[in-house]
């Protein structure tokens, strides 16, 4: 899955160390010769995946299976892998 598919959530997964933290993760393959477009793409990915956050990310895939979680995370960190260079306009975003 990439950036392009804005509805889904990609990657997740927890630590579960002591921090217990919750990391998504994104793929943004595209180019930026249509910026407005490609900012519109990562906007709307970023609010599913706060969409997601916000409904307590009520379950997460670990080893190929659904775990159910009944806990809030309150820690979490959302990455997004670039596979191109960006332009100077996004280091603002």
């Known amino acids: 899955m990439t950036i392009c598919e804005t ?3 990609d990657f997740c997964w927890r630590d579960k160390t ?3 933290k919750l990391f998504l993760a994104f793929i943004d393959h595209l180019d930026w010769e249509n910026e407005d477009k490609h900012l519109k793409l990562l ?11 916000d409904n307590d990310a009520s379950y997460i895939e670990e080893n190929n299976r659904k775990i159910f979680i009944k806990q809030s995370f309150h ?10 260079n960006l332009p100077s306009v996004v280091s603002v975003f």
């Open 7 to 9: 509805g889904n959530v």
């Open 18 to 20: 002591k921090t217990d």
């Open 75 to 84: 820690k979490f960190e959302i990455r997004i892998i670039f596979e191109k």
């Open 43 to 53: 906007q709307d990915k970023l609010n599913t995946y706060l969409s997601y956050l």
